[in-house]
C-alpha cells in the first residue's frame, strides 16, 4: 500500500512538473538512505543524470512562466510528463520498506502504466487550464500559477516519500482545484461559442466557479 502511495505521489508531481520529483528522487537517493533505488534504476541517483535534470528543471522554470512560451512547453511536455512519471512510479521504493511489500517491484510494467496515466491527466488538466488563465489575466497569471504548480510538485513529491498516508489527502485537494479548473474551462469556451452566436446563451446569473 505504501509503495503505491508513494508511486502516485510522484507521479502526480511528475504530472504538474516533470524535473521536480526526478531530482528529488534522484538527490535522496544520492545523500540519504530516504529512497533506495532498485539497480536497474541507479542510474537515477547519478551525479551526471542529476546535472542534466538540473538543466532541464531550470529551463521548465522559466519557460513555464512566460506566456505563449508555456503553451508550447506544454505540448512538449506531453509526452515528457508521463514517461517521467512511469519512472518515479517504479523506481521508488523507499515506502515498500515501510510494509515490506515486494508487489510493485515483482510488476514494473503495472507500475509504469500507473504512473504513466496519472502524470497524463494532470499535465492535461493543467496544459488545458494555462491558456485560459493566461487570457483571463492578460499574460500576468501565468508566472504565479507556474511557481504554485511547482511548489505542489514539489510539496507532494516530498510527502510522497517521507509520510506517503497523507498522499490521498494531497491528491483530493489537488483533484478540487483541479475539477474547479476544468469547469473555468468550459465555461470560458462555452461563453467564447456564445459571444461568437455559435451556442445559445447560458443561464443568468451562473458563477463563473
Known amino acids: 500500500m505504501f509503495a503505491a502511495l508513494t ?11 516533470a524535473y521536480i520529483p526526478l531530482m528529488v528522487v534522484g538527490l535522496l537517493a544520492h545523500f540519504t538512505d530516504a ?5 536497474q534504476y541507479g542510474w537515477l541517483s547519478e551525479g551526471w543524470v542529476l546535472a542534466i535534470v538540473a538543466v532541464l528543471l531550470t529551463a521548465e522554470f522559466v519557460l513555464d512562466k512566460v506566456p505563449v512560451v508555456d503553451h508550447v512547453n506544454d505540448i512538449i511536455q506531453t509526452a515528457v510528463r508521463p514517461a517521467a512519471g512511469g519512472v518515479v512510479f517504479s523506481a521508488t521504493t523507499a515506502a515498500a520498506q515501510l510494509d515490506h511489500s515486494t508487489w510493485m517491484a515483482e510488476h514494473p510494467a503495472v507500475a509504469w502504466m500507473l504512473g504513466i496515466v496519472v502524470a497524463l491527466v494532470v499535465h492535461l488538466v493543467k496544459a488545458g487550464a494555462r491558456p485560459v488563465v493566461n487570457a483571463t489575466t492578460v499574460g500576468v497569471g501565468a508566472p504565479i500559477v507556474s511557481t504554485v504548480e511547482d511548489a505542489s510538485s514539489l510539496g507532494m513529491s516530498l510527502i510522497a516519500v517521507f509520510l506517503p498516508v497523507l498522499v490521498i489527502v494531497a491528491i483530493a485537494v489537488l483533484a478540487l482545484v483541479g475539477w474547479r479548473l476544468v469547469r473555468r474551462v468550459r465555461r470560458y469556451r462555452r461563453s467564447r461559442r456564445e459571444r461568437a452566436g455559435t451556442a445559445p446563451a ?7 466557479w
Open 35 to 39: 529512497v533506495k533505488l532498485p539497480a
Open 7 to 17: 508511486g502516485l505521489g510522484l507521479s502526480t508531481a511528475a504530472g504538474l512538473n
Open 202 to 208: 447560458g443561464q443568468p446569473g451562473e458563477s463563473t
